[in-house]
């Protein structure tokens, strides 16, 4: 099972995108998180910023939008390069239609799940996906302890993505850090978000480098 990990520029310098992006030139994934202040509470970041730093990286970029209506504004952020769009399946009116849209113009579509959203309900929509999220915090801000109740949920999903076969990657969002990202890889994820964890490192880039190792050996000990 191949693991990656996609630093969150939630908690980059935003002063600063291009370097805090270059610093972390080792990562498997760039994640942007776009926010709207009416799906969470919180206002980011949109289309212009995501095209500007698809611009200056070859690290492929994911965009997690924690917006309304993503039905009508997901696929132009494939549009504006992201390489992989997420969008909420609570703010989707047709989910299914949309990840179809997003596969069409050549990014990978993802379905989030917030932390009281069960899996369950969208078996039947894990075949049109290339990667369900599940967060680990309530989304809105960045810095949030990781909720260990969540871990029961990675594992049933991980379950529900092993009966259906394919290669849909399993990603956890929010409070993934050196002390977490182990316990996270051993129920099943494969696929790593961390913000604060790693832009507020001394050396983000060394700091990628360690969580891949640490989800690598968890993974090992889960086979």
């Not at 994934?29 to 206002?43: A, E, I, R, Y």
């Not at 989910?95 to 579509?109: C, D, K, N, S, Y």
């Not at 996906?129 to 999903?157: H, N």
């Not at 051993?186 to 360690?210: H, I, K, L, R």
Request: charged content about 25%; glycine content about 8%; overall charge negative.
């Amino acid at each position: 099972m191949g693991l990656r990990i996609s630093p969150s520029i939630l908690s980059a310098d935003f002063a600063n995108l291009e370097r805090d992006v270059r610093r972390i030139d080792n990562a498997d994934w760039v994640h942007v998180d776009v926010m709207d202040n009416h799906f969470v509470p919180n206002l980011t970041l949109g289309l212009p910023v995501l095209e500007a730093i698809a611009g200056v990286t070859d690290t492929p970029v994911d965009a997690h939008l924690m917006i309304e209506d993503p039905d009508r504004w997901a696929p132009a952020y494939a549009e504006a390069g992201a390489d992989s769009v997420t969008f909420h399946v609570e703010a989707a009116a047709a989910p299914v239609r949309l990840a179809r849209e997003l596969r069409g113009q050549g990014a990978r579509a993802s379905m989030a799940l917030k932390p009281a959203t069960p899996i369950e309900p969208y078996e039947d929509l894990l075949g049109e996906l290339d990667m369900v999220l599940l967060m680990t915090v309530e989304p809105g801000f960045g810095g949030q302890a990781f909720l260990d109740i969540m871990l029961p949920k990675i594992r049933r999903t991980r379950a529900l993505l092993d009966k259906h076969g394919g290669d849909v990657w399993l990603q956890v969002d929010g409070g993934v850090s050196e002390s977490t990202i182990e316990r996270c890889a051993e129920a099943g994820a494969d696929t790593f978000v961390a913000g604060s964890a790693v832009f507020g490192a001394d050396d983000p880039s060394a700091m990628v480098d360690a969580l891949r190792d640490r989800a690598a050996a968890a993974a090992r000990r889960h086979v």
